[in-house]
Protein backbone atom coordinates (compact mmCIF):
# COMPACT_ATOMS: atom_id res chain seq x y z
CA UNK A 1 0.00 0.00 0.00
CA UNK A 2 2.79 2.16 0.33
CA UNK A 3 3.75 2.32 -2.99
CA UNK A 4 0.27 3.36 -4.55
CA UNK A 5 -0.18 5.74 -6.77
CA UNK A 6 -1.25 9.51 -5.61
CA UNK A 7 -4.60 9.14 -7.34
CA UNK A 8 -6.47 7.29 -9.81
CA UNK A 9 -9.04 8.56 -12.01
CA UNK A 10 -10.55 7.95 -15.75
CA UNK A 11 -9.22 11.56 -17.51
CA UNK A 12 -6.77 14.13 -16.13
CA UNK A 13 -8.08 16.34 -18.63
CA UNK A 14 -11.19 16.48 -17.72
CA UNK A 15 -10.52 18.70 -14.69
CA UNK A 16 -11.16 21.82 -15.76
CA UNK A 17 -14.88 20.52 -16.74
CA UNK A 18 -15.31 19.21 -13.25
CA UNK A 19 -14.31 22.58 -11.72
CA UNK A 20 -16.49 24.58 -13.26
CA UNK A 21 -19.17 22.49 -12.32
CA UNK A 22 -18.08 22.19 -8.85
CA UNK A 23 -18.46 26.16 -9.10
CA UNK A 24 -22.27 25.58 -10.73
CA UNK A 25 -22.97 23.00 -7.86
CA UNK A 26 -21.94 25.17 -4.64
CA UNK A 27 -24.80 27.66 -5.50
CA UNK A 28 -26.91 24.53 -5.02
CA UNK A 29 -25.47 23.34 -2.37
CA UNK A 30 -26.22 26.35 0.34
CA UNK A 31 -26.21 24.57 3.25
CA UNK A 32 -22.30 22.79 2.80
CA UNK A 33 -21.42 26.47 1.75
CA UNK A 34 -22.79 27.99 5.10
CA UNK A 35 -20.86 25.21 7.08
CA UNK A 36 -17.83 26.60 5.35
CA UNK A 37 -18.90 30.04 6.79
CA UNK A 38 -19.37 28.60 10.34
CA UNK A 39 -16.50 26.30 10.96
CA UNK A 40 -14.01 27.33 8.33
CA UNK A 41 -11.91 29.79 10.58
CA UNK A 42 -11.96 26.97 13.43
CA UNK A 43 -11.50 24.53 11.48
CA UNK A 44 -13.34 21.46 13.35
CA UNK A 45 -11.82 18.69 11.48
CA UNK A 46 -8.24 19.55 11.85
CA UNK A 47 -6.42 15.99 12.82
CA UNK A 48 -9.20 13.85 10.98
CA UNK A 49 -7.74 11.58 8.26
CA UNK A 50 -11.25 10.11 6.36
CA UNK A 51 -11.28 7.89 4.45
CA UNK A 52 -14.55 8.06 1.93
CA UNK A 53 -16.90 6.19 0.12
CA UNK A 54 -19.44 7.84 -1.93
CA UNK A 55 -20.75 8.02 -5.14
CA UNK A 56 -17.56 10.15 -6.65
CA UNK A 57 -20.00 12.44 -8.13
CA UNK A 58 -20.45 16.78 -8.42
CA UNK A 59 -21.66 16.96 -5.46
CA UNK A 60 -19.93 14.75 -3.11
CA UNK A 61 -16.85 16.97 -4.79
CA UNK A 62 -18.35 20.11 -3.00
CA UNK A 63 -18.56 17.63 0.33
CA UNK A 64 -15.03 16.86 -0.03
CA UNK A 65 -13.73 20.02 -0.47
CA UNK A 66 -16.62 21.09 2.87
CA UNK A 67 -14.22 18.51 4.64
CA UNK A 68 -10.97 19.81 3.81
CA UNK A 69 -12.25 22.82 4.65
CA UNK A 70 -13.02 22.34 8.15
CA UNK A 71 -9.61 20.87 8.47
CA UNK A 72 -9.54 17.38 7.86
CA UNK A 73 -7.31 15.05 5.18
CA UNK A 74 -9.56 12.94 3.07
CA UNK A 75 -8.75 9.80 0.58
CA UNK A 76 -11.88 9.02 -1.53
CA UNK A 77 -13.37 5.87 -3.46
CA UNK A 78 -17.08 5.89 -4.85
CA UNK A 79 -19.53 3.49 -3.40
CA UNK A 80 -20.34 1.94 -6.87
CA UNK A 81 -18.38 1.13 -9.85
CA UNK A 82 -20.59 3.04 -12.28
CA UNK A 83 -21.73 6.27 -10.68
CA UNK A 84 -18.42 8.26 -10.90
CA UNK A 85 -18.22 11.28 -12.43
CA UNK A 86 -15.40 11.40 -14.11
CA UNK A 87 -15.15 14.91 -14.39
CA UNK A 88 -15.75 15.38 -10.64
CA UNK A 89 -12.88 13.28 -9.99
CA UNK A 90 -10.57 14.71 -12.16
CA UNK A 91 -11.23 18.07 -10.67
CA UNK A 92 -10.95 16.13 -6.87
CA UNK A 93 -7.59 14.79 -8.06
CA UNK A 94 -6.16 17.80 -9.52
CA UNK A 95 -6.33 19.81 -6.31
CA UNK A 96 -4.30 17.13 -4.25
CA UNK A 97 -6.79 14.80 -2.88
CA UNK A 98 -6.10 11.10 -3.06
CA UNK A 99 -9.47 10.04 -5.07
CA UNK A 100 -9.59 6.44 -6.62
CA UNK A 101 -12.46 6.47 -8.97
CA UNK A 102 -13.59 6.11 -12.15
CA UNK A 103 -17.15 5.11 -14.37
CA UNK A 104 -16.74 1.55 -14.62
CA UNK A 105 -14.65 -0.20 -12.76
CA UNK A 106 -14.48 -3.77 -11.76
CA UNK A 107 -15.67 -5.61 -9.01
CA UNK A 108 -11.78 -6.01 -8.22
CA UNK A 109 -10.97 -2.91 -9.25
CA UNK A 110 -13.61 -1.35 -7.03
CA UNK A 111 -12.19 -3.37 -3.99
CA UNK A 112 -8.66 -1.72 -5.07
CA UNK A 113 -9.88 1.41 -5.03
CA UNK A 114 -11.43 1.23 -1.34
CA UNK A 115 -8.24 -0.36 -0.45
CA UNK A 116 -6.00 2.73 -1.68
CA UNK A 117 -7.36 5.11 0.97
CA UNK A 118 -6.65 3.58 4.10
CA UNK A 119 -2.96 4.71 4.31
CA UNK A 120 -2.23 8.02 4.17
CA UNK A 121 1.42 8.56 1.89
CA UNK A 122 3.21 9.36 4.54
CA UNK A 123 2.06 5.71 6.59
CA UNK A 124 -0.40 6.87 8.71
CA UNK A 125 -3.80 5.12 8.70
CA UNK A 126 -7.15 6.39 8.38
CA UNK A 127 -9.16 7.70 11.86
CA UNK A 128 -12.62 7.98 10.58
CA UNK A 129 -14.90 6.45 7.87
CA UNK A 130 -17.70 8.31 5.50
CA UNK A 131 -19.15 5.48 4.51
CA UNK A 132 -21.91 4.43 1.93
CA UNK A 133 -23.26 1.21 1.97
CA UNK A 134 -21.03 -0.43 4.08
CA UNK A 135 -18.23 -1.76 1.78
CA UNK A 136 -15.34 0.54 3.24
CA UNK A 137 -16.91 -0.32 6.81
CA UNK A 138 -16.97 -4.53 6.19
CA UNK A 139 -13.59 -4.10 4.70
CA UNK A 140 -11.76 -2.50 7.33
CA UNK A 141 -13.14 -4.65 10.26
CA UNK A 142 -12.49 -7.82 8.17
CA UNK A 143 -9.68 -7.31 6.19
CA UNK A 144 -7.55 -4.41 8.01
CA UNK A 145 -8.55 -4.81 11.63
CA UNK A 146 -5.47 -3.35 12.79
CA UNK A 147 -6.56 -0.32 12.15
CA UNK A 148 -9.96 -0.51 14.26
CA UNK A 149 -8.44 1.04 17.60
CA UNK A 150 -7.50 3.95 16.16
CA UNK A 151 -11.17 4.84 14.48
CA UNK A 152 -12.68 7.63 16.22
CA UNK A 153 -16.08 6.97 14.17
CA UNK A 154 -18.35 6.20 11.16
CA UNK A 155 -20.91 7.81 9.58
CA UNK A 156 -23.27 5.92 7.07
CA UNK A 157 -25.25 7.18 4.31
CA UNK A 158 -27.63 4.42 3.80
CA UNK A 159 -30.55 2.22 4.46
CA UNK A 160 -28.69 -0.52 3.56
CA UNK A 161 -25.46 0.50 5.10
CA UNK A 162 -26.94 0.91 8.45
CA UNK A 163 -28.78 -3.02 8.11
CA UNK A 164 -25.44 -3.54 7.97
CA UNK A 165 -24.24 -1.95 10.83
CA UNK A 166 -27.19 -3.09 13.16
CA UNK A 167 -25.96 -6.95 11.94
CA UNK A 168 -22.79 -6.12 12.62
CA UNK A 169 -23.73 -4.80 16.42
CA UNK A 170 -25.95 -7.99 16.54
CA UNK A 171 -23.23 -10.23 16.11
CA UNK A 172 -20.87 -8.14 18.19
CA UNK A 173 -18.71 -7.45 15.13
CA UNK A 174 -18.98 -3.62 14.66
CA UNK A 175 -15.94 -2.17 16.84
CA UNK A 176 -16.23 1.69 16.04
CA UNK A 177 -18.92 4.13 17.04
CA UNK A 178 -21.52 5.07 14.43
CA UNK A 179 -23.83 7.74 13.19
CA UNK A 180 -26.53 6.84 11.24
CA UNK A 181 -26.88 9.45 8.75
CA UNK A 182 -30.07 8.04 6.81
CA UNK A 183 -31.79 8.17 9.73
CA UNK A 184 -31.82 12.21 10.11
CA UNK A 185 -34.73 13.35 9.20
CA UNK A 186 -33.03 15.98 6.64
CA UNK A 187 -31.20 12.87 4.91
CA UNK A 188 -33.73 9.97 4.53
CA UNK A 189 -37.16 12.14 4.35
CA UNK A 190 -35.70 14.35 1.79
CA UNK A 191 -32.45 12.71 -0.18
CA UNK A 192 -34.45 9.11 -0.13
CA UNK A 193 -37.77 10.90 -1.04
CA UNK A 194 -37.37 14.02 -2.56
CA UNK A 195 -34.43 12.76 -4.48
CA UNK A 196 -36.07 9.82 -5.95
CA UNK A 197 -38.75 11.23 -6.96
CA UNK A 198 -36.61 14.26 -8.82
CA UNK A 199 -34.36 11.41 -10.06
CA UNK A 200 -35.75 8.10 -10.77
CA UNK A 201 -38.01 9.38 -14.14
CA UNK A 202 -35.02 11.06 -15.36
CA UNK A 203 -32.75 8.09 -15.15
CA UNK A 204 -35.21 5.97 -16.84
CA UNK A 205 -36.09 8.52 -19.45
CA UNK A 206 -32.17 9.03 -20.19
CA UNK A 207 -31.98 5.37 -20.10
CA UNK A 208 -34.61 4.55 -22.68
CA UNK A 209 -36.01 7.26 -23.70
CA UNK A 210 -39.57 5.96 -23.48
CA UNK A 211 -43.21 7.54 -22.51
CA UNK A 212 -44.17 6.95 -19.33
CA UNK A 213 -47.77 8.14 -19.84
CA UNK A 214 -50.47 5.58 -18.91
CA UNK A 215 -48.10 2.81 -18.56
CA UNK A 216 -48.41 0.36 -15.81
CA UNK A 217 -45.19 0.60 -13.04
CA UNK A 218 -44.71 -1.90 -10.52
CA UNK A 219 -43.06 -0.29 -7.59
CA UNK A 220 -41.28 -2.63 -4.85
CA UNK A 221 -41.14 -0.96 -1.12
CA UNK A 222 -43.08 1.81 -0.16
CA UNK A 223 -40.15 2.99 2.19
CA UNK A 224 -39.10 6.70 1.98
CA UNK A 225 -37.18 5.70 -1.71
CA UNK A 226 -40.65 3.55 -2.88
CA UNK A 227 -42.80 6.84 -2.26
CA UNK A 228 -40.72 9.53 -3.92
CA UNK A 229 -40.37 6.58 -6.79
CA UNK A 230 -44.51 6.26 -6.47
CA UNK A 231 -45.01 10.46 -7.27
CA UNK A 232 -42.23 10.88 -9.38
CA UNK A 233 -43.89 7.99 -11.70
CA UNK A 234 -47.42 9.19 -10.92
CA UNK A 235 -46.30 12.52 -11.83
CA UNK A 236 -45.60 11.65 -15.80
CA UNK A 237 -49.53 9.58 -15.87
CA UNK A 238 -48.16 5.99 -14.73
CA UNK A 239 -50.64 4.17 -13.34
CA UNK A 240 -48.66 2.70 -10.45
CA UNK A 241 -49.17 -0.46 -8.08
CA UNK A 242 -47.08 -1.35 -5.30
CA UNK A 243 -45.55 -4.18 -3.53
CA UNK A 244 -44.89 -4.25 0.39
CA UNK A 245 -44.44 -6.81 3.37
CA UNK A 246 -44.98 -4.26 5.64
CA UNK A 247 -48.92 -3.53 6.56
CA UNK A 248 -48.40 -0.19 7.65
CA UNK A 249 -46.43 0.60 4.51
CA UNK A 250 -49.11 -1.08 2.73
CA UNK A 251 -52.22 0.50 4.36
CA UNK A 252 -49.72 4.10 3.15
CA UNK A 253 -49.74 3.47 0.00
CA UNK A 254 -53.50 2.56 -0.40
CA UNK A 255 -54.23 5.11 1.66
CA UNK A 256 -52.45 7.56 -1.30
CA UNK A 257 -54.20 5.34 -3.64
CA UNK A 258 -52.31 3.57 -5.11
CA UNK A 259 -53.18 -0.68 -5.94
CA UNK A 260 -51.21 -2.68 -3.38
CA UNK A 261 -50.71 -6.38 -4.87
CA UNK A 262 -48.06 -8.77 -4.96
CA UNK A 263 -45.02 -9.30 -8.01
CA UNK A 264 -46.94 -12.71 -8.53
CA UNK A 265 -50.43 -11.12 -8.98
CA UNK A 266 -49.46 -7.98 -11.05
CA UNK A 267 -46.10 -9.26 -12.94
CA UNK A 268 -48.09 -9.50 -16.35
CA UNK A 269 -50.06 -6.66 -16.45
CA UNK A 270 -46.85 -4.08 -15.80
CA UNK A 271 -44.60 -2.74 -18.44
CA UNK A 272 -42.54 -1.16 -15.88
CA UNK A 273 -40.46 -2.40 -12.54
CA UNK A 274 -38.87 -0.49 -9.84
CA UNK A 275 -37.20 -2.45 -7.20
CA UNK A 276 -36.94 -0.29 -3.98
CA UNK A 277 -36.70 -2.09 -0.91
CA UNK A 278 -33.28 -2.75 0.23
CA UNK A 279 -33.97 -6.59 0.16
CA UNK A 280 -32.67 -9.65 -2.21
CA UNK A 281 -34.56 -11.80 -4.98
CA UNK A 282 -37.55 -9.83 -5.38
CA UNK A 283 -37.73 -9.96 -9.35
CA UNK A 284 -36.60 -13.26 -10.16
CA UNK A 285 -36.34 -15.79 -13.32
CA UNK A 286 -40.05 -16.70 -12.81
CA UNK A 287 -40.87 -12.82 -13.19
CA UNK A 288 -39.17 -12.54 -16.04
CA UNK A 289 -40.55 -15.22 -17.88
CA UNK A 290 -44.00 -13.58 -17.33
CA UNK A 291 -43.40 -10.51 -18.37
CA UNK A 292 -44.83 -8.57 -20.68
CA UNK A 293 -42.56 -7.59 -24.17
CA UNK A 294 -40.44 -4.69 -23.74
CA UNK A 295 -41.11 -4.41 -20.11
CA UNK A 296 -38.51 -1.79 -18.48
CA UNK A 297 -37.30 -3.33 -14.96
CA UNK A 298 -34.54 -1.35 -12.91
CA UNK A 299 -33.80 -1.02 -9.38
CA UNK A 300 -33.16 2.24 -7.24
CA UNK A 301 -31.97 0.11 -4.53
CA UNK A 302 -28.64 -0.27 -2.71
CA UNK A 303 -27.33 -3.20 -4.02
CA UNK A 304 -28.41 -5.17 -7.39
CA UNK A 305 -29.28 -7.93 -5.60
CA UNK A 306 -33.24 -7.08 -5.60
CA UNK A 307 -33.20 -8.04 -9.67
CA UNK A 308 -31.56 -11.63 -10.73
CA UNK A 309 -29.00 -10.33 -13.18
CA UNK A 310 -27.40 -13.74 -13.37
CA UNK A 311 -30.66 -15.51 -14.33
CA UNK A 312 -30.67 -12.89 -17.32
CA UNK A 313 -27.65 -13.72 -18.58
CA UNK A 314 -27.79 -16.92 -18.42
CA UNK A 315 -31.07 -17.39 -20.05
CA UNK A 316 -31.34 -14.44 -22.50
CA UNK A 317 -31.82 -15.60 -26.26
CA UNK A 318 -29.61 -12.17 -27.07
CA UNK A 319 -27.87 -9.61 -24.93
CA UNK A 320 -27.59 -6.40 -26.67
CA UNK A 321 -26.21 -3.12 -24.83
CA UNK A 322 -27.62 0.07 -26.02
CA UNK A 323 -26.49 2.48 -23.28
CA UNK A 324 -23.28 1.36 -21.32
CA UNK A 325 -22.76 1.42 -17.85
CA UNK A 326 -26.95 1.78 -16.58
CA UNK A 327 -26.92 -0.28 -13.78
CA UNK A 328 -28.35 1.82 -10.89
CA UNK A 329 -31.58 3.81 -11.80
CA UNK A 330 -30.54 8.15 -10.27
CA UNK A 331 -27.05 7.41 -9.70
CA UNK A 332 -26.07 5.62 -12.98
CA UNK A 333 -28.87 5.95 -15.64
CA UNK A 334 -29.20 9.24 -14.88
CA UNK A 335 -26.50 12.25 -14.20
CA UNK A 336 -26.52 11.46 -10.01
CA UNK A 337 -28.50 13.05 -7.70
CA UNK A 338 -30.02 16.48 -7.69
CA UNK A 339 -27.76 19.28 -5.46
CA UNK A 340 -30.31 20.74 -3.71
CA UNK A 341 -31.31 17.53 -2.08
CA UNK A 342 -27.83 15.47 -2.17
CA UNK A 343 -26.36 18.03 -0.05
CA UNK A 344 -29.03 18.16 3.19
CA UNK A 345 -27.42 14.26 3.05
CA UNK A 346 -23.68 15.84 3.05
CA UNK A 347 -24.94 18.75 5.73
CA UNK A 348 -25.55 15.79 7.79
CA UNK A 349 -22.42 13.34 7.04
CA UNK A 350 -20.27 16.69 8.00
CA UNK A 351 -21.66 17.47 11.07
CA UNK A 352 -21.83 14.06 11.96
CA UNK A 353 -17.91 13.26 11.26
CA UNK A 354 -17.90 16.76 13.73
CA UNK A 355 -19.56 15.28 16.03
CA UNK A 356 -17.77 11.47 15.93
CA UNK A 357 -14.47 13.67 15.86
CA UNK A 358 -14.74 16.28 18.63
CA UNK A 359 -17.11 14.19 21.30
CA UNK A 360 -15.99 10.82 21.26
CA UNK A 361 -16.38 10.18 24.47
CA UNK A 362 -20.82 11.25 23.97
CA UNK A 363 -20.60 7.95 21.87
CA UNK A 364 -20.61 4.68 22.63
CA UNK A 365 -20.71 1.59 20.78
CA UNK A 366 -24.67 1.27 18.83
CA UNK A 367 -25.88 4.00 20.83
CA UNK A 368 -26.53 7.04 18.67
CA UNK A 369 -27.57 10.32 20.88
CA UNK A 370 -30.37 12.17 19.49
CA UNK A 371 -29.28 14.30 15.97
CA UNK A 372 -32.28 16.39 16.41
CA UNK A 373 -30.54 19.39 16.71
CA UNK A 374 -28.02 18.74 13.68
CA UNK A 375 -30.93 17.64 11.81
CA UNK A 376 -32.68 21.16 12.09
CA UNK A 377 -29.04 23.04 11.84
CA UNK A 378 -29.36 21.10 8.74
CA UNK A 379 -32.43 21.87 7.44
CA UNK A 380 -31.91 25.77 8.39
CA UNK A 381 -29.64 26.12 6.12
CA UNK A 382 -31.39 25.49 3.62
CA UNK A 383 -34.34 28.06 4.01
CA UNK A 384 -32.83 31.53 2.68
CA UNK A 385 -32.23 30.12 -0.56
CA UNK A 386 -35.52 28.90 -0.62
CA UNK A 387 -36.95 32.36 0.66
CA UNK A 388 -38.49 30.05 3.21
CA UNK A 389 -39.58 32.43 6.06
CA UNK A 390 -39.78 30.81 9.37
CA UNK A 391 -42.48 31.45 12.16
CA UNK A 392 -40.89 32.42 15.55
CA UNK A 393 -42.60 30.98 19.16
CA UNK A 394 -43.22 33.86 21.20
CA UNK A 395 -41.65 33.28 25.19
CA UNK A 396 -45.29 32.78 25.61
CA UNK A 397 -46.57 30.00 23.04
CA UNK A 398 -42.89 28.44 23.62
CA UNK A 399 -43.98 27.70 27.46
CA UNK A 400 -47.55 26.69 26.36
CA UNK A 401 -46.11 24.25 24.35
CA UNK A 402 -43.41 23.74 27.23
CA UNK A 403 -40.49 23.34 24.24
CA UNK A 404 -37.48 26.09 23.85
CA UNK A 405 -37.49 29.24 21.52
CA UNK A 406 -34.54 27.96 19.36
CA UNK A 407 -35.97 24.02 19.13
CA UNK A 408 -35.48 21.45 19.30
CA UNK A 409 -39.05 21.73 18.11
CA UNK A 410 -40.39 18.04 18.30
CA UNK A 411 -39.93 14.98 20.64
CA UNK A 412 -36.82 12.45 19.36
CA UNK A 413 -39.90 9.86 18.13
CA UNK A 414 -41.89 12.31 16.37
CA UNK A 415 -42.09 10.73 12.41
CA UNK A 416 -42.27 14.17 10.41
N1 LIG B 1 -30.84 5.22 -5.45
C1 LIG B 1 -30.76 6.13 -4.49
O1 LIG B 1 -30.48 7.27 -4.74
C2 LIG B 1 -31.05 5.75 -3.07
C3 LIG B 1 -31.23 6.75 -2.09
C4 LIG B 1 -31.50 6.37 -0.78
C5 LIG B 1 -31.59 5.03 -0.46
N2 LIG B 1 -31.37 4.09 -1.42
C6 LIG B 1 -31.50 2.64 -1.16
O2 LIG B 1 -32.82 2.25 -1.52
C7 LIG B 1 -33.22 1.13 -0.72
C8 LIG B 1 -34.54 1.48 0.01
O3 LIG B 1 -34.30 2.59 0.89
P1 LIG B 1 -35.46 3.21 1.80
O4 LIG B 1 -34.81 4.34 2.53
O5 LIG B 1 -36.69 3.43 1.01
O6 LIG B 1 -35.70 1.99 2.83
P2 LIG B 1 -37.02 1.72 3.67
O7 LIG B 1 -36.62 0.71 4.68
O8 LIG B 1 -37.64 3.01 4.08
O9 LIG B 1 -38.01 1.06 2.60
C9 LIG B 1 -37.88 -0.21 2.05
C10 LIG B 1 -39.29 -0.80 2.00
O10 LIG B 1 -39.22 -2.04 1.29
C11 LIG B 1 -40.08 -2.97 1.95
N3 LIG B 1 -39.64 -4.32 1.61
C12 LIG B 1 -38.59 -5.02 2.10
N4 LIG B 1 -38.50 -6.23 1.53
C13 LIG B 1 -39.53 -6.29 0.63
C14 LIG B 1 -39.97 -7.27 -0.28
N5 LIG B 1 -39.35 -8.47 -0.35
N6 LIG B 1 -41.03 -7.00 -1.07
C15 LIG B 1 -41.68 -5.80 -0.98
N7 LIG B 1 -41.31 -4.83 -0.13
C16 LIG B 1 -40.25 -5.07 0.66
C17 LIG B 1 -39.95 -2.62 3.43
O11 LIG B 1 -41.06 -3.06 4.18
C18 LIG B 1 -39.85 -1.10 3.39
O12 LIG B 1 -41.11 -0.47 3.55
C19 LIG B 1 -32.04 0.84 0.20
O13 LIG B 1 -31.22 -0.13 -0.41
C20 LIG B 1 -31.32 2.18 0.26
O14 LIG B 1 -29.97 2.03 0.65
C21 LIG B 1 -31.15 4.42 -2.71
Known amino acids: MAQKPKYKVADMSLAEFGRK??????????????????????????????????????????????????????????????????????????????????????????????????????GKPLNMILDDGGDLTGLVHTKFSQFLPGIRGISEETTTGVHNLNKMLKQGTLKVPCINVNDSVTKSKFDNLYGCRESLCDGIKRATDVM????????????????GCCMSLRGFGCRVIVAEID?????????????????????????????????????????????????????????????????????????????????????CAGDGSFRFCDETASGNQVLAQIELWCNQKKYNLGKSPVLERLDEEVAESHLDALDVKLTKLTPAQADYLGIPIDGPYKPEIYRY
Not at 24 to 29: D, I, K, P, S
Not at 216 to 225: E, N, Q
Not at 271 to 283: D, E, P, Q, R
Request: proline share 2%.
Open 212 to 227: LAGKVALVAGYGDVGK
Open 21 to 122: EIELAEHEMPGLMKMRRQYGTTKPLKGARIAGCLHMTIQTAVLIETLRELGAEVQWSSCNIFSTQDHAAAAIAKTGVAVYAWKGETDEEYMWCIEQTLVWPD
Open 247 to 331: PINALQAAMEGYEVTTMEAAVERCNLFITATGCMSIISGKDFMRMKEDAIVCNIGHFDTEIDVAWINENAAEKIQIKPQVRRART
